[in-house]
């Protein structure tokens, strides 16, 4: 018996999320938490016949805590998109998301920490580099934080790389089984593709300026969609594409598949030796980096090594810590001084 929730299920990601997620025969229970619409969301998807037990919650009589109880895996969407004009953190428009989204981040964050401390927290809700420790945080407050199982979700960079190196390629067939690492963290210059790495090598004839579109382009995927949705916030179908993916490895580990290793935002300290190495590789002591991690039935097993990079890449990887450090420095004391 799995239990998975969903925490801003009634969302542009939600909706589709929990449709993915009721779809899997891996999951048993499915409980739809928001602030709004939820009974509407779970009535619909409780149609479709597949084993998950479907129910929506709201805020009123304790919706979150009956929500989360006996909770396996938790998926956290909630939270305001971008519109056009703004980024993911920083300044002017941006700290108005990182304000509006810490505050809802921790607060659901305490309903987990205090009715399901042992389930897997995945958190969607951006800026994920600064949203991950809000969790982690709010876990060490209430004595709970085991950094095996708390997880800032990248899967969408990772899924966007596959795409756009087969649009490269020529041929989209190959999309699904494109495997590249991205690692550092989800944000602009913090998202680094290591393309040397690829499963599928770029033509040799790649031109520098065409690698450093590829990059950008990877880089500042959702920034595609914003423009896009012209108003109507950024990645929710593609974002949860990506994160029934996630939520399928974590479920699929649980069982006992071994050898299941995705890119993935984590405490460095899930796995100490693999965390000092990558504090090594990246010349820099950070809390927090997204990395290949393999995943077991407890969560983390082990932290696997950035691997071979090339001059080119540890460039960005340098390029990207600043703001790392800044992001998780952001996060990791929004609990400690709540007054923004
Ligand atoms: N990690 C990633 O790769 C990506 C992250 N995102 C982020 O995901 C978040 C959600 O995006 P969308 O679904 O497009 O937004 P949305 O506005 O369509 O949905 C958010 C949902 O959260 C709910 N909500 C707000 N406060 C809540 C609370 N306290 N408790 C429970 N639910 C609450 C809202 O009612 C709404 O239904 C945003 O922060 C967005 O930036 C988006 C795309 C990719
Ligand atoms: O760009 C955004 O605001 C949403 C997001 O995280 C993405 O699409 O990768």
């Not at 009721?22 to 009535?43: F, H, Q």
């Amino acid at each position: 018996m799995v239990k998975a929730v969903v925490l801003g299920a009634a969302g542009g990601i939600g909706q589709p999320l929990s449709l993915l997620l009721k779809t899997n025969p891996l999951i048993s229970e499915l409980a739809l938490y928001d602030i709004v619409n939820t009974p509407g969301v779970a009535a619909d998807l409780s149609h479709i016949a597949t084993p998950a037990k479907v129910q929506g919650f709201l805020p009123p009589d304790d919706g979150l805590k009956k929500a989360l109880t006996g909770a396996d895996i938790v998926v956290i969407p909630a939270g305001v998109p971008r519109k056009p004009g703004m980024t993911r953190l920083g300044i002017a428009f941006r700290d108005d998301l990182f304000k509006i989204n810490a505050g809802i981040v921790r607060d659901l964050a305490t309903g987990i920490a205090t009715t399901a401390p042992k389930a897997f927290v995945l958190v969607i809700s951006n800026p994920v580099n600064s949203t991950v420790p809000i969790v982690a945080e709010v876990f060490k407050k209430n004595g709970v934080f085991d950094p095996k199982r708390i997880f800032g979700v990248t899967t969408l960079d990772v899924v966007r790389a596959s795409t756009f190196v087969s649009e490269i390629l020529g041929d989209f067939s190959l999309a699904p089984s494109i495997k590249i690492p991205v690692v550092g963290g989800h944000s602009g210059v913090t998202i680094i593709p290591l393309l040397s790495q690829s499963s599928h090598p770029l033509p040799s004839s790649l031109k520098q300026d065409a690698l450093d579109a590829l990059v950008y382009r990877i880089q500042f995927g959702g920034d595609e969609v914003v423009k896009a949705k012209d108003g109507a916030g950024s990645a929710t179908l593609s974002m949860a594409y990506a994160g029934a993916e996630f939520a399928e490895k974590i479920l699929r580990a649980v069982k006992g598949e071994k050898g299941i290793v995705a890119p993935t935002y984590v405490h460095l300290s899930a796995d100490k030796a693999g965390g000092d190495a990558i504090k090594k590789e990246i010349g820099k002591d950070l809390d927090f980096f997204s990395a290949p991690v393999e995943l077991g039935p407890d969560g983390v097993v082990k932290i696997n090594s950035l691997g071979k990079v090339t001059e080119y890449e540890q460039k960005l990887i340098q390029a990207a810590l600043p703001d790392l450090a800044t992001n998780i420095e952001k996060g990791s004391s929004f609990i400690d001084a709540p007054k923004l």
